[in-house]
């Protein structure tokens, strides 16, 4: 056994949680940016001989994205849960991982991106709920922005990290490890499945 059915219960569902919050906000800054949206908002009325504020569309257009983003509320509340239960498997699990002294430059390499992802999801967490409790923690405008300004900046490190990885699996799994994807679904480690 290398990794516990807990923790790859945990990656998957992560994996798909963290995806999806990725997602929530690329649609967030493409087909449903409300700047562009509230242009087409705007030259369709107007086609049909309807003038409107560009603050009015720009309304409308936030309006339409908002059930979208909703969902980014949603994820939002499972990633709390998730972190909350991998800090519960540092104390409780029994995955097997080599230690790190023993792993080649590469490997080190690959553990500290680990590392980094998940400081990364707590950082988010904590961020996220900040700007998501702005009311009841009575934040002052400036200390919204700043926190705004460092989810965005944390957010860099997923879209790294997540084309990275997954391509690294891949890799990995054609090249010298084969089996690594399969370790990550049924537990065995590889050379035992
Ligand atoms: C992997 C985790 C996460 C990623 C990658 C992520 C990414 C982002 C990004 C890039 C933005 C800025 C969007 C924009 O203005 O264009 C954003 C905004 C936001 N996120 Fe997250 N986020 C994550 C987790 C969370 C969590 C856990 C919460 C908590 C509920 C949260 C709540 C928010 C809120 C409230 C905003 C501000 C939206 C606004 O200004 O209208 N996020 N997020
Ligand atoms: C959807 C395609 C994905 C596949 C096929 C995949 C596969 C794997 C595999 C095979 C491992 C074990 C690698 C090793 O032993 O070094 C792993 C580990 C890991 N994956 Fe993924 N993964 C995927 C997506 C993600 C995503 C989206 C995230 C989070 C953003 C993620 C986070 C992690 C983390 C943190 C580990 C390290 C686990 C640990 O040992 O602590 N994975 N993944």
Redesign the pocket.
């Known amino acids: 056994m290398k990794y516990t059915a807990a923790f790859r219960i945990w990656h998957w569902l992560n994996a798909i ?2 995806l999806g ?2 997602g ?2 690329l649609l ?2 493409s087909f449903l940016s409300y700047k562009t949206n509230a242009q087409i908002i705007m030259t369709k009325l107007s086609d049909i001989g309807v003038d409107i504020f560009e603050e009015d569309a720009r309304l409308i257009a936030k309006a339409i994205r908002a059930n979208m ?1 909703e969902w ?2 949603i ?3 499972a ?2 849960f998730l972190v909350v239960y991998r800090i519960a498997l540092m104390f409780f699990d029994k995955s097997k991982r080599d230690s790190f002294s023993s792993l080649d430059l590469h490997k080190k390499g690959v553990k500290l991106s680990y590392y980094f992802l998940y400081g ?2 707590f950082l ?2 904590l ?3 900040a ?2 409790l ?1 009311e009841e923690l009575v934040l002052a405008e400036a200390t919204l922005k700043n926190i ?1 300004e460092f ?2 900046i ?2 860099n490190y ?1 879209l790294i990290f997540i084309p990275l990885h997954i391509a690294g699996v891949v890799v990995a799994d054609i090249r010298d490890e084969h089996g690594i994807i399969s370790t990550m679904i049924n537990g065995k480690t590889k050379d035992n499945f």
């Open positions: 949680v963290v919050l990725v929530t906000v967030r800054k983003w980014h509320l994820l939002g509340y990633l709390a990364a999801l988010m967490t961020s996220g709920f700007m998501y702005r705004k989810h965005e944390v957010y997923f």
